[in-house]
């Protein structure tokens, strides 16, 4: 799976995480307001049984203040504070600083800025019991629980993200192992169907995908027929009508004037000759471009350079640094350092050079020319189709040679580009070495 992006397996594992941290926040908030009413509630019932038990040991202890003192140190325990009051409110004993409820038996009071459960019994005449604990002290068991809270939730996190990437990554396996398929597979009419994972959206998807490259197949079948057949039905008539317009001009006299217009003819049927020929070649599926036959770069180079016309050859310096054996067609492989050769020469006045050398495990073809060159944009746009700077529209062509250079080297695996070295203008093919 990518890695520069999330996976879905990643995404259902923080998705996951995300759920099981909320469910596991909300336990926690609802187990504390639990744990915190019934420890109230406890709280509540001993600090009334207290008090009532206070208050039957001291109905028959009269006012003396150290008696009742005794009786309050012997109940006293822990954070509990005990408190006996006189009628008016005048401390008997105990801890002075514990409130006194107002009406209720139990009850939350706020004294001196501190706040007191209190619970209050009473001992008889008029006197008052209070058993009260601090509000902190009878919430001192929410720190460990918050804490023992939140170690369980970033466990469950924990275990809930490597839960969620190992559920993910299994459920996705269909998934995954569909991807290897259809990156491995052919668009052909004849081609076997994915495997079957059992799995009804995968299996769904698998079948859509057979489908889509069944079609892709007839299409592309249907195309190289087409382009096939169209490159014999138009070399053919253009062949004749050649061959027919030679025939008038060899039978006019020399100095005639119609024999130049159909020279000139003839010239415009070569260059509309070579333009089907590229077009076609650049409307060819990559696969069919490509074959098993090896092919020497530098005796394709020799081969173009004997071809051009004596002052065109003339221009040309080439340098054969390596001999450049690469997997593909002679004729395919031919046209591409043509067409680098042409516009080369098409677009420069001057000295053209042309090399072949190995770099690593690729054959490099370059270029140079000493003209007008590109800026960055004519260097970015160069191999799109039809696509003519402002300094090339005033020159013959149409455009399509770069891009037929840069289709042909794509499906061979390798790369065409124009390279930033002013002055003039050098173009790069890469194609990988045949070893």
Same mark, same amino acid.
């Given at each position: ?12 594992g ?11 926040v909300?336990t ?16 509540r ?11 039957r ?12 003192q ?7 325990h ?8 006189? #009628?008016?409110? #005048?401390? $008997?004993?105990?801890?002075a600083e514990?409130p006194?409820p107002?009406?209720?038996?139990c009850g939350?009071?706020?004294s001196?800025?501190v706040?007191w459960f209190?619970?209050?019994a009473?001992?008889?005449r ?17 720190a ?11 466990v ?6 490597f839960?969620g990437l190992?559920?993910?990554r299994?459920?996705l ?10 990156a ?7 081609r076997?169907?994915f495997d079957?994972s059992g799995?009804?959206?995968?299996? #769904?998807?698998a079948?859509?995908l057979?489908?889509?490259?069944t079609?892709?197949?007839v299409e592309?079948?249907?195309? @190289? @027929?087409?382009?096939? /057949?169209?490159?014999? *039905? ?7 009508l050649?061959?027919?317009l030679?025939?008038v001009?060899?039978?006019l ?7 130049e217009?159909?020279? @000139? ?7 509309l000759?070579?333009?089907?020929e590229?077009?076609? $070649?650049l409307?060819s599926? *990559?696969d069919?471009?490509v074959t098993?036959?090896?092919?020497? $770069?530098a005796?394709v180079l020799?081969?173009?350079a ?10 040309? @310096?080439?340098?054969l640094?390596?001999?450049g ?5 002679e ?7 043509a067409?680098?050769?042409?516009n080369?020469?098409?677009?420069? /006045?001057?000295e053209?050079r ?7 495990g ?7 020319d000493?003209g007008?060159?590109?800026d ?6 160069a191999?799109e ?16 040679g770069?891009?037929?250079i ?15 070295d002013p ?8 194609l990988?070495?045949?070893?």
């Amino acid at each position: 799976m990518p890695s520069s992006e999330r996976s879905l397996a990643q995404r259902v594992g923080w998705t996951a995480a995300g759920a099981a941290g909320a469910a596991a926040v909300a336990t926690l908030v609802v187990a504390m307001a639990v744990v915190d009413h019934l420890e109230r509630a406890e709280a509540r019932d001993d600090a009334l049984s207290l008090a009532q038990a206070i208050a039957r040991e001291t109905r028959s202890v009269g006012d003396d203040p150290e008696a009742l003192q005794d009786e309050v140190r012997e109940f006293a325990h822990g954070d509990v504070s005990i408190a006996i009051v006189a #009628a008016d409110g #005048a401390r $008997l004993a105990g801890v002075a600083e514990v409130p006194t409820p107002s009406g209720a038996r139990c009850g939350v009071v706020s004294s001196a800025g501190v706040e007191w459960f209190v619970c209050a019994a009473d001992a008889g005449r008029g006197r008052r019991v209070l058993v009260g604990e601090t509000a902190e002290a009878l919430h001192a068991h929410r720190a460990p629980l918050l804490l023992g809270g939140l170690v369980a939730l970033l466990v469950v996190l924990l275990a809930s993200v490597f839960a969620g990437l190992l559920v993910g990554r299994w459920s996705l396996a269909p998934l995954a192992r569909l991807e290897r398929s259809v990156a491995r597979a052919d668009a052909a009419a004849s081609r076997a169907p994915f495997d079957r994972s059992g799995l009804r959206e995968v299996d #769904a998807i698998a079948e859509a995908l057979d489908e889509l490259l069944t079609r892709l197949g007839v299409e592309l079948a249907r195309s @190289r @027929r087409f382009s096939a /057949d169209a490159a014999h *039905e138009l070399r053919t008539p253009l062949s004749k009508l050649r061959a027919e317009l030679e025939l008038v001009a060899e039978s006019l006299p020399a100095d005639a004037e119609p024999r130049e217009a159909v020279l @000139r003819t003839v010239a415009r049927t070569d260059e509309l000759t070579h333009l089907v020929e590229r077009l076609l $070649l650049l409307a060819s599926p *990559e696969d069919a471009l490509v074959t098993e036959t090896l092919t020497s $770069l530098a005796v394709v180079l020799e081969t173009v350079a004997d071809d051009l016309a004596p002052r065109e050859a003339a221009r040309l @310096r080439l340098t054969l640094d390596a001999d450049g054996l690469v997997k593909g067609d002679e004729a395919v492989l031919r046209a591409v350092i043509a067409n680098a050769i042409d516009n080369a020469l098409k677009y420069s /006045d001057g000295e053209v050079r042309a090399r072949v050398s190995e770099d690593g495990g690729d054959v490099v073809v370059r270029v140079d020319d000493d003209g007008p060159g590109l800026d960055e944009e004519g260097r970015a746009r160069a191999f799109e189709p039809f696509f003519r700077g402002p300094d090339q529209r005033a020159r013959p062509g149409h455009g399509v040679g770069l891009a037929l250079i840069a289709h042909v080297v794509q499906a061979h695996g390798g790369a065409a580009r124009f390279v930033d070295d002013p002055p003039g203008a050098r173009l790069e093919i890469r194609l990988p070495r045949h070893v």
